[in-house]
């Protein structure tokens, strides 16, 4: 089965640095990988998906690329501000094609400072 | 996008009794999955449920302990039956898009005494 591993379980940084989470995973090559935002008390919300065909893909201050080879992902948030702390989760879907369910990371904690 | 909602938000339940959870969606949508989302843990997927067939579950649950029904195209619930404190957890509901984007719902806080 597929394993993922992010980073680290939290990361502080200051207001206006840019944030990189990382995403690692085991086994075979997902077909996208997706990274979501979970608030407390609140459900996960999508940012970004990404395919195997992709390298790269922004999104206002999110970038994401996609390292097949590595089985690596990496987020980033540029110019990041206080009310980016969240926790971020990276989710695969399971078999590398067209199946629609997803296996998530634990998630990393993203604190931002003033 | 979706918006989903689900109820109860949260509750507190004595051991050995059942709870239901429901799950809203504002379109109609073919598959509606389920996560639990224990403490510190990441989401894991429970079962999957399409309308107008019985739901397919995940290695490590089974129908008599999450029966879902799934009545229409917008609509599921899930029951947590004879409960015990391990049953403890944040249970959400989510939709998926053509896109393959998932949309979660707020999610229920279970638990269990």
């Known amino acids: 089965s597929q394993k993922i591993e992010q980073n680290s379980e939290a990361l502080n940084i200051q207001e206006g640095k840019t944030a990189t989470l990382t995403c690692n995973y085991t086994?075979?090559?997902?077909?996208?990988l997706q990274w979501y935002r979970q608030d407390p008390g609140r459900g996960p919300v999508f940012l970004l998906l990404?395919?195997?065909?992709?390298k790269e893909k922004r999104k206002e201050r999110l970038k994401v690329t996609f390292d097949t080879t590595l089985k690596q992902s990496l987020f980033h948030i540029t110019a990041s501000q206080p009310a980016d702390s969240a926790t971020y989760l990276c989710?695969?879907?399971?078999?590398?094609?067209?199946?629609?369910?997803?296996?998530f990371g634990k998630g990393t904690l993203l604190t931002v400072n003033p | 996008s979706a918006v989903i909602s689900q109820k109860p938000s949260r509750d507190i339940c004595q051991r050995g009794t059942s709870l239901t959870i429901q799950c809203q969606v504002d379109?109609?949508?073919?598959?509606m999955f389920w996560y639990r989302q224990q403490p510190g843990q990441s989401l894991t997927l429970i079962a999957t449920?399409?309308?107008?067939?019985?739901?397919?579950?995940e290695s490590g649950f089974v129908i008599d302990k999450f029966p879902i029904s799934r009545p229409n195209l917008t609509f599921s619930t899930l029951t947590v039956s004879n409960m015990s404190p391990e049953d403890s957890s944040i249970y959400l509901c989510?939709?998926?898009?053509?896109?393959?984007?998932?949309?979660f719902g707020p999610g229920t806080r279970l638990t269990v005494t």
């Open positions: 449920a399409n309308q107008g067939s019985e739901a397919t579950y």
């Open positions: 989510s939709v998926e898009d053509l896109s393959y984007e998932q949309y």
């Open positions: 086994n075979y090559s997902p077909a996208y």
């Open positions: 379109s109609q949508v073919t598959m």
């Open positions: 990404i395919r195997e065909n992709e």
């Open positions: 989710a695969l879907d399971r078999s590398g094609g067209s199946n629609y369910k997803l296996t």
